[in-house]
Antibody, heavy 124, light 111 residues
């Protein structure tokens, strides 16, 4: 059974850097074709895809946020970390990490198992 | 404004069928069979309902079906049930900057 859990600060100040950790189980990011992604959702608004990292350390970023995002993995800890630089109040929302559906070829980004999300507020 | 356009809301009575549209362009929905649909209940994480335009992941009810014509994808829910009341999001790969797009979401109300 695949599970994912997001963790990180609930409140951050503008201009600071946000570090979010996704701790997962039920699969390994050393296995071919596996991937973990991040998606966020501002309050009352739509989903927004942020980034994904593959088992081979290939990384994909949202073009509009690429300069501010960094995604990394620690396979020994079964964790994926997303950092977002230079935070703004518009970055407020719920951040989800999710497992990429196996058996589908890139450039597909279907997320079949999601964490419960972690809520982040950017405010001074 | 989302890159994929969905109606803000749809409604139907139990037992009826409804269809949610998702309009894009030839660079995304129309150009690739990489469309997916997610269901999201209030306060919950999204759930993958459809991928590769028409395929259902294991465990998803066959009351959910989907299709695509030109630049518009559609999700149909038949035999509406109260538990289907949720927000639904379409998503597509886009060749422009190789990105993933989401629609603005459609709120389904079961009357």
């Amino acid at each position: 059974q695949i599970t994912l859990k997001e963790s990180g600060p609930a409140l951050v100040k503008p201009t600071q850097t946000l570090t979010l950790t996704c701790t997962f189980s039920g699969f390994s990011l050393t296995t071919s074709q596996e991937g973990v992604g991040w998606i966020r959702q501002p309050p009352g608004k739509a989903l927004e895809w942020l980034a994904l990292i593959y088992w081979n350390d290939d990384k994909r970023y949202s073009p509009s946020l690429k300069t501010r995002l960094t995604i990394t993995k620690d396979t020994s800890k079964n964790q994926v970390v997303l950092t977002i630089d230079n935070l703004d109040p518009v970055d407020t929302g719920t951040y989800y990490c999710a497992h990429r559906l196996r058996g589908t070829a890139p450039p597909t980004y279907y997320m079949d198992v999601w964490g419960n999300g972690t809520t982040v507020t950017v405010s001074s | 404004q989302s890159a994929l356009t969905q109606p803000a809301s749809v409604s139907g009575s139990p037992g009826q069928s409804i269809t949610i549209s998702c309009s894009g362009s030839s660079s995304d929905v129309g150009g690739y069979n990489y469309v997916s649909w997610y269901q999201q209940h209030p306060g919950k994480a999204p759930k993958l309902m459809i991928y590769d335009v028409t395929y259902r992941p294991s465990g998803v009810s066959n009351r959910f079906s989907a299709s695509k014509s030109g630049n518009t994808a559609s999700l149909t829910i038949s035999g509406l049930q109260a538990e289907d009341e949720a927000d639904y999001y379409c998503s597509s790969y886009s060749a422009i900057n190789t990105r993933v797009l989401f629609g603005g979401g459609t709120k389904l109300t079961v009357l």
